[in-house]
């Protein structure tokens, strides 16, 4: 761990990977069991909907916490330092390398956080 520029850690995506893993299941299974005429289509349809509503929902939260996060980081840690002395700092030895992505798309985006998967427009 480096004491100038601590681990970035952004919270974990489990909820989120849980849901879209298990709704295509759920989906399977519903539609398995309308076509063995064990479910009216009806009520597959509806957890069809059900499952898009949950992982459009855990998507959504996950997306909330890091946007959080990343602005909480860089307020605590990026923002009042240069430039200069973020891309040395990225670069020394023991930054993982989480944290030497995070502080490099910072510094790339003219100090400003995106969102994840967001890349700066060159202009």
């Known amino acids: 761990m480096n004491p100038f520029l601590?681990?970035?850690e952004p919270p974990a995506a489990r909820?989120?990977?849980?849901?879209?893993g298990a709704a295509p299941l759920v989906?399977?299974?519903?539609?398995?069991?309308?076509v063995l005429r064990w479910l009216d289509p009806i009520a597959g349809v509806?957890?069809?909907?059900?499952?898009?509503?949950?992982?459009?929902?855990?998507?959504?939260v996950f997306q909330r916490l890091l946007d959080a996060y990343n602005q909480g980081y860089a307020r605590r840690h990026l923002e009042w330092r240069s430039s200069e002395a973020l891309s040395a700092l990225a670069l020394a030895p023991g930054v993982t390398a989480a944290t030497r992505?995070?502080?490099?798309r910072f510094v790339e985006a003219d100090r400003r956080v995106l969102r994840d998967g967001q890349v700066a427009r060159l202009t």
């Open 46 to 60: 509806a957890w069809c909907g059900a499952c898009t509503v949950w992982v459009v929902h855990e998507m959504s």
């Open 27 to 34: 989906v399977l299974v519903a539609f398995t069991l309308i």
């Open 15 to 20: 909820r989120a990977t849980l849901a879209a």
């Open 6 to 8: 601590p681990d970035y």
């Open 101 to 104: 992505e995070f502080v490099q």
